[in-house]
């Protein structure tokens, strides 16, 4: 067992101690419908004085499937904003494809025997086992046997007939509307990572500058300039974050770059998290760095408007 952001990380077989209301899916991208199920599992572990677990992947299960599809969040991210949704235990499973044939009454019936399971809750479209044999229905009928208390939630819509879907905000992130994909997650767009060292140009500009990579196994957000908050131990900042290349200055590495207002000190090897407002502009080239220096100033007082209200 470790220990990531105060939850309490397991593989799905191992065996566990405290009573739990295990909240099942992917929650590949947290959206406001899988935050639903999340906080029917506290309403029931509340009533039923058990702690709150989540199943979830580790990895890209899309790979293991032979899509090209990215998740949203990478399981740490999964990991930290679960826990800011008082989820106390993560179960996760190694996406393969001898995971996939796992027969629906083999996985659950190893769920049960390895943890003390006092309630679930999914939603309504949910699915698990090979070939998706088994979804809600058997999902109840598994949970009556055993009177296991079993919540099943009703799908967000967006729009009549429209359910809030992975592949809707997995599209506009992919777009670079972020604004669009906020309205469908519980909190906004967010990467975490790890300070590394860039060119050196941040306090050109007068500015700190963190630049952090972005994670291979994590749909790309589209290039552009964006207002966003930095988490630094705890404390969030403004910033404006160009996420792409930096043809000003030569560089065509992909990589995440945020302009810190209000801030100093040393940031290397801090892991931060980087919460995305506004689209603010495309990338582009710059004939002098004074130039990209006036366009930033004005980027910042453009930010600092974005950012201006909300708990982000």
């Not at 199920?37 to 004085?49: C, H, K, N, P, Q």
């Not at 992947?57 to 899309?62: I, L, V």
């Not at 140009?201 to 552009?224: C, E, Q, V, Y």
Request: charged residues 25%.
């Amino acid at each position: 067992m470790e220990k990531l952001f105060g939850c309490r990380i397991f593989a799905w077989n191992e065996s566990t101690d405290n009573d739990v209301v295990l909240c099942l899916g992917f929650f590949d991208c947290l959206h406001c419908g899988h935050k639903k199920v999340i906080d029917r599992a506290r309403e029931l572990a509340s009533s039923l004085g058990a702690k709150v677990a989540a199943f979830t992947f580790k990895g890209d299960p899309h790979s293991a499937l032979g899509s090209a599809r990215k998740p949203v969040f990478t399981f740490e991210e999964r990991v930290y904003r679960m826990a800011c949704f008082g989820v106390d235990e993560i179960y996760y499973a190694e996406p393969s494809k001898e995971f996939f044939s796992i027969d629906a009454k083999v996985f659950a019936d190893e769920l049960f025997a390895r943890h003390k399971i006092a309630g679930i809750a999914a939603g309504g479209d949910y699915t698990f086992g090979a070939n998706a044999k088994g979804d809600a229905d058997t999902l109840v009928k598994m949970c009556s046997s055993r009177n296991v208390k079993c919540e099943i939630c009703d799908m967000l819509e967006y729009a009549p007939g429209r359910k809030i879907a992975s592949r809707e905000i997995e599209r506009a992130i992919a777009d670079g509307d972020i604004e669009k994909a906020n309205k469908w997650l519980p909190k906004d767009y967010f990467l975490l990572g790890e300070v590394v060292h860039g060119r050196g140009d941040g306090g050109k500009f007068g500015f700190p500058t963190a630049n952090i990579l972005f994670p291979d196994d994590k749909l790309r957000l589209a290039a552009g300039v964006y207002a966003t908050g930095v988490t630094i131990d705890g404390k969030i900042y403004p910033a404006v974050t160009n996420v792409g290349t930096h043809p000003t200055f030569g560089d065509d590495r992909y990589n995440v770059e945020s302009l810190i207002i209000g801030w100093s000190g040393d940031i290397y090897g801090k892991t931060i998290a980087v919460t995305f407002t506004a689209r603010l502009r495309d990338i582009k080239h710059f004939d002098n760095p004074g130039a990209l220096k006036a366009q930033i100033d004005r980027d910042a007082a453009q930010a600092l408007r974005a950012l201006g209200g909300g708990d982000r």
